[in-house]
């Protein structure tokens, strides 16, 4: 069974610093996927990344795979307020065609 | 594009009662899913569709059902409602393996 864990769970940072989100992965996948997610609303893609060393950014957010590791990291530089949300990493299972397992979630809070 | 749409935002239902979620995509996509999300959590798939006529068992597939006779509509059905059906649930829809996009969500509670 697919294990996909978040770390932190809840993160609590002021404007202007920079942090890192772990995504650690159970099993050999390249297909790697981060949304975020409002309170009340829907999830939004963010990043998808398909193979090993994939490198993604925009704006803050900077997010890379290194499927050897079985690691993906979404680091936000200089956060601001407005990236206060919920943050979930999700891997697809090759095997089933698209069949993505989510981590829990990394609560982030922006303190001005 | 409306993207994917799921009727109704709000249900509560009672205890043995059953009802259908609807979704719709027009955006052309092969692949659909269904999601549930429990306070706190991340989602977990119910069951999933590659294409019309075809669906498959995701994680939590107990107590629903799904059919796929079109591209653009995946329902679930929730039969003999419980209170462990109570949560927010997501349909999303992908061309292939590439980003998921998803509805909005209706927010169902069993009393």
């Known amino acids: 069974e697919l294990k996909v864990e978040q770390n932190p769970l809840f993160l609590s940072m002021q404007e202007g610093k920079n942090y890192t989100i772990y995504c650690n992965y159970s099993?050999?996948?390249?297909?790697l996927y981060w949304y975020r997610q409002d309170p009340g609303k829907s999830l939004e893609s963010l990043f998808v990344?398909?193979?090993?060393?994939a490198v993604k950014q925009e704006g803050r957010l900077m997010a890379s795979l290194d499927t050897k590791a079985r690691l993906s990291t979404l680091h936000i530089t200089a956060a601001v307020h407005d990236l206060s949300a919920t943050y979930f990493c999700?891997?697809?299972?090759?095997?089933?065609?698209?069949?993505?397992?989510f981590g829990e979630g990394t609560q982030l809070t922006v303190n001005p | 594009n409306a993207g994917v749409t799921q009727t109704p935002k709000f249900r509560i239902l009672k205890i043995g009662q059953s009802m259908t979620l609807q979704c719709t995509q027009d955006?052309?996509?092969?692949?659909m899913y269904w999601y549930r999300q429990d306070p706190g959590m991340g989602l977990k798939l119910i069951y999933y569709?590659?294409?019309?006529?075809?669906?498959d068992k995701g994680e939590v597939p107990n107590g629903y059902n799904v059919s796929r006779s079109t591209t653009e509509d995946f329902p679930l059905r929730l039969e003999l409602a419980a209170p462990s059906q109570t949560s927010v649930y997501f349909c999303?829809?992908?061309?292939?393996?590439?980003?998921?996009?998803f509805g909005p969500g209706t927010r169902l509670t069993v009393t």
């Open positions: 999303a829809s992908s061309y292939f393996v590439y980003e998921q996009y």
């Open positions: 099993t050999t996948s390249d297909r």
């Open positions: 990344l398909l193979s090993n060393g």
């Open positions: 999700a891997v697809d299972e090759e095997t089933s065609g698209s069949r993505l397992t």
């Open positions: 955006m052309n996509h092969n692949y």
């Open positions: 569709s590659v294409g019309a006529g075809i669906t």
